[in-house]
């Protein structure tokens, strides 16, 4: 198994992407959906940043991490955090 890439491993065009926000104002999140090489537009990558600090760091989630932190959102996971 490869490691990881980071957003900059990716070899892709952070501003080009497709970012869809969580909500307005500069501390919502904004979530990106790359394609994997060679897999026409299946999405491989899930990117994840602060709107307000769009030049900042960058989390990468696989799908499965993805699919995981979806999860434990629906059953309420988090919820304490929120508080």
């Known amino acids: 198994m490869s ?3 980071t957003a900059a491993g990716l070899g892709i065009d952070l501003d080009a ?3 869809r926000r969580s909500s307005d104002g500069d501390d919502a999140l904004e979530i990106a959906f790359v ?6 537009t299946e999405t491989e990558w899930v990117l994840m940043r602060v709107a307000g600090d769009p030049e900042g760091q ?3 989630y696989d799908r499965h991490e993805w699919e995981c ?3 434990g959102v629906r059953g309420g996971e988090f919820d ?3 508080r």
């Open 3 to 5: 490691a990881k890439p």
């Open 17 to 19: 992407q497709d970012w």
């Open 35 to 40: 394609g994997g090489a060679g897999r026409g």
């Open 58 to 60: 960058v989390l990468v």
């Open 69 to 71: 932190f979806l999860d």
């Open 80 to 82: 304490d955090a929120a």
